[in-house]
């Protein structure tokens, strides 16, 4: 396990987030703990973390996804640098945009705490940042299993436990 954090900056870009004070002391804190657990080289490297509405992700959804649709939580990976790129140019793992009616909407309708909820969010955002996906089942098992552990480091209870296991995976994008 990696001690070097990541530098993370959050981005307020949208006036609903003002209901939300502790937003981005809880994002920092997901951040630390999912850069602690994760098994990747990121002491160092800047994140950029947007805190939007539904209006401002849907249109990145539809713009970066062709989805024209809000939704909870988007990862955009930096592209690495070339070789000819200055040794001391800053290391980026890329930015997460995360929506907010979308995500008190799921966190109210799983009857969850929003901390929790953003926390979860801000986790598999950055787990994206550093590599993982879910588009296959073995992999959303990995990623799944990854935010867990780091869920319960902060605390917080398993968000899969209630699901069936037999259903078709939910997935966050």
Known sequence: MSSALPLTEVL?????????PDAE???HRAINAAAEIADADVGEAE?????????????????????????N????PA????????ADAPRMLGD????????RKEADD?????DHHLSHLAIHGF???IGYDHEKDDDAEAMEGLEREILAQLGIPDPYADRDPHADRERMD
């Open 12 to 20: 307020v870009v949208a006036d609903c987030w003002q209901t939300e």
């Open 25 to 27: 002391a809880v994002i």
């Open 47 to 71: 994140l950029a973390v947007m805190l939007t509405d539904d209006a401002g992700i849907r249109t990145l959804n539809s713009n970066w996804r062709g989805i024209d649709k809000p939704t």
């Open 73 to 76: 939580v988007l990862s955009f």
């Open 79 to 86: 592209l690495q640098p070339s070789a000819s790129a200055p």
């Open 96 to 103: 997460i945009a995360i929506a907010y009616e979308t995500t």
């Open 110 to 114: 799983e009857e969850k705490p929003f």
């Open 127 to 129: 787990l994206h940042l």
